[in-house]
């Protein structure tokens, strides 16, 4: 009898462990950071604080899309500058840039995975 109750109590605090673990992951999962995706069209070199906006100011991840062609298009001088400034913000905070295309460019965190 006594290996039964033995047993049966092993049981019991493996059950209590998986519960504990379960609620553990669940509560991570509530922690996690959300993720945001957020779009930009870029006209002239006196947004770059608007994007300091949505993206450094910001504690949770940003993934951003900016439109660049409306800047190129008008000053490519004005856009170089936007862009190297951009970069040296997202390198900062950890983030990737990358070209999307001739129009656009994409931050994303260092947790994103970004396959071509």
């Not at 049966?8 to 998986?18: A, E």
């Not at 770059?48 to 800047?71: G, M, Q, W």
Request: neutral net charge.
């Amino acid at each position: 009898m006594e290996n039964i109750s033995t047993e049966q109590q092993h049981l019991r605090t493996t059950s209590s462990s998986q519960a504990n673990l379960r609620e553990k992951s669940e509560e991570k999962k509530e922690e996690q950071q959300q993720l945001w995706l957020k779009t930009i069209s870029i006209h002239s070199y006196s947004q770059l604080s608007e994007l300091k906006d949505h993206f450094c100011d910001n504690k949770e991840p940003v993934i951003l899309i900016a439109r660049i062609t409306p800047i190129v298009t008008k000053n490519i001088e004005e856009a170089m500058k936007l862009i190297n400034e951009v970069y040296s913000m997202a390198t900062k905070k950890n983030y990737s840039v990358f070209r999307l295309g001739e129009e656009r460019i994409i931050l994303v965190p260092s947790n994103v995975r970004v396959k071509s």
